[in-house]
């Protein structure tokens, strides 16, 4: 049980650091920043307000995820996100439903992933150095290494370089697994499961993450 939680916690961070396609200050920060730094300090960002927010979400739980999605907000698309889980079904969404669905999704993110990681003042998250030179390259792979008491995960960011010199994650693998296909997998299976029926969906999301 254990495991099975962090690995769902850990995914939702994954996916906030995927949200950088639509931050304006990642972008800004990704022109001087190179794609290994990037990624960490994201990764630090996020795990900052965690572990020190443990108090609060005990005595304050509400507090303690708005502080949460504030950390998120300033570095992460959730409607870019949101789209991207959606994927076909997007174009077929009427503007309020897309609306609820990023709402539901934020939400959903923010509590799993807030609630996941404060279990785990022990988790250690470590870049790893690229591998040779990178600095001409327009691709690169950052690898991270996340230990924990049970085990140690590792994780493959597929950073590519746009026109303006900003660094972009395209893709995260866990342990092998294809996140993003992973979510957009489930949403496309609960439409199956729910006839087509974009609110049924969007209401059974937040219990099904």
């Not at 897309?98 to 799993?112: I, K, L, Y």
């Amino acid at each position: 049980m254990r495991q099975r939680f962090f690995a769902t916690s850990f995914q939702w961070l994954l996916l906030a650091v995927l949200g950088l396609w639509g931050s304006v200050a990642a972008a800004e920060a990704a022109k001087s920043e190179t794609p290994h730094q990037v990624v960490q300090g994201v990764t630090d960002s996020v795990m900052s307000v965690i572990k020190s927010g443990e108090k609060t979400l005990k005595e304050n739980p509400d507090a303690y995820f708005a502080k949460v999605r504030e950390s998120l907000e300033s570095t992460v698309s959730f409607p870019f996100i949101a789209k991207n889980v959606m994927a076909s079904y997007w174009s077929q969404a009427s503007e309020a439903q897309r609306d609820q669905f990023t709402e539901t999704f934020t939400r959903g993110m923010v509590e799993t992933l807030g609630k996941g990681l404060a279990n785990y003042s022990d988790l250690k998250i470590t870049t790893l150095p690229p591998e040779g030179d990178v600095s001409a390259m327009k691709r690169v792979e950052v690898i991270q290494e996340v230990a924990a008491a049970d085990g140690t995960s590792r994780i493959s960011y597929t950073m590519a370089q746009n026109k303006s010199g900003e660094w972009k994650l395209i893709n995260v693998v866990l342990n092998g697994v294809n996140l993003g296909k992973s979510f957009r997998d489930q949403f496309a299976q609960s439409m199956k499961q729910n006839d087509n029926d974009i609110d049924k969906v969007i209401a059974t999301w937040a219990q099904k993450a």
